[in-house]
T-cell receptor, first 110, second 116 residues
C-alpha cells in the first residue's frame, strides 16, 4: 500500500452485528476519508474526518481518528447484507491527492 | 446528479498495443485524478490535473501519459501495454485541488483494461 494497512483484511459477520475496521497510516494528514467499493465497481465516499476531529457520525457509521497513533476506525452498526463490500481508508496530507490503504473486505451474512 | 463518466467501461488489448481511457468530470469540477487498481489491490494514485495543468504525479509508468483538456475532460494514454497493466482504472474529480480543507473527490465507475 502507498499509505498504510487496514485491519482486518477480511471480516465476516452476521446481519445485525456491528463491524469494526481499522486503518493505520504513515504520514501526517489533513483529513482521512472512508470509501466503500462493491466488487469491481467505483469507490463511494462514506465519511470524512479532519485531523482536528476525534469522532464523527453519519447514520450507522461512526469514525474515530487518533492522530497520535496514526490510526482510524470505522464502525458500522446493525450491519445489513447490503453492507457487503470492500472498505478503504484514504488520507490526504501535504499533497493534493488521496492515498489509499489496503482495504477490508466485509461480508455480512443474511 | 451528474457523476464522473468514464469510457470505455471495458477494454481488451493485446501486449504492445496502445489504449486510451477518457474521463468526464462532474460539471464545474476543475480537478481530475487517475488511479489504477490491480486485482485485489488498493487504488494507486497515478496523476492529477488542475485547470489543465498537471498538479501531482504518482506511480505512473513512463509508458503512460495523460492530459486535461479545455473542457476539463481528461484522457489517459497507455502505450506498449504489458500484461501487468491489466487493472481497473479510476478517474475522480473534485472542485479545486483543495483536499486540505476536506473537499471530497468523487470517483467514476472505472474502466476495466485487460491486456492479453
Amino acid at each position: 500500500s502507498q499509505q498504510g494497512e487496514e485491519d482486518p483484511q477480511a471480516l465476516s459477520i452476521q446481519e445485525g452485528e456491528n463491524a469494526t475496521m481499522n486503518c493505520s497510516y504513515k504520514t501526517s494528514i489533513n483529513n482521512l476519508q472512508w470509501y466503500r467499493q462493491n466488487s469491481g465497481r467505483g469507490l463511494v465516499h462514506l465519511i470524512l474526518i479532519r485531523s482536528n476531529e476525534r469522532e464523527k457520525h453519519s447514520g450507522r457509521l461512526r469514525v474515530t481518528l487518533d492522530t497520535s497513533k496514526k490510526s482510524s476506525s470505522l464502525l458500522i452498526t446493525a450491519s445489513r447484507a447490503a453492507d457487503t463490500a470492500s472498505y478503504f481508508c484514504a488520507t490526504s496530507g501535504a499533497t493534493n491527492k488521496l492515498i489509499f490503504g489496503t482495504g477490508t473486505l466485509l461480508a455480512v451474512q443474511p | 446528479a451528474a457523476g464522473v463518466i468514464q469510457s470505455p467501461r471495458h477494454l481488451i488489448k493485446e501486449k504492445r498495443e496502445t489504449a486510451t481511457l477518457k474521463c468526464y468530470p462532474i460539471p464545474r469540477h476543475d480537478t481530475v485524478y487517475w488511479y489504477q487498481q490491480g486485482p485485489g489491490q488498493d487504488p494507486q494514485f497515478l496523476i492529477s490535473f488542475y485547470e489543465k495543468m498537471q498538479s501531482d504525479k504518482g506511480s505512473i509508468p513512463d509508458r503512460f501519459s495523460a492530459q486535461q483538456f479545455s473542457d476539463y475532460h481528461s484522457e489517459l494514454n497507455m502505450s506498449s501495454l504489458e500484461l501487468g497493466d491489466s487493472a481497473l482504472y479510476f478517474c475522480a474529480s473534485s472542485f479545486r485541488t483543495n483536499l486540505h480543507s476536506g473537499n471530497t473527490i468523487y470517483f467514476g465507475e472505472g474502466s476495466w483494461l485487460t491486456v492479453v
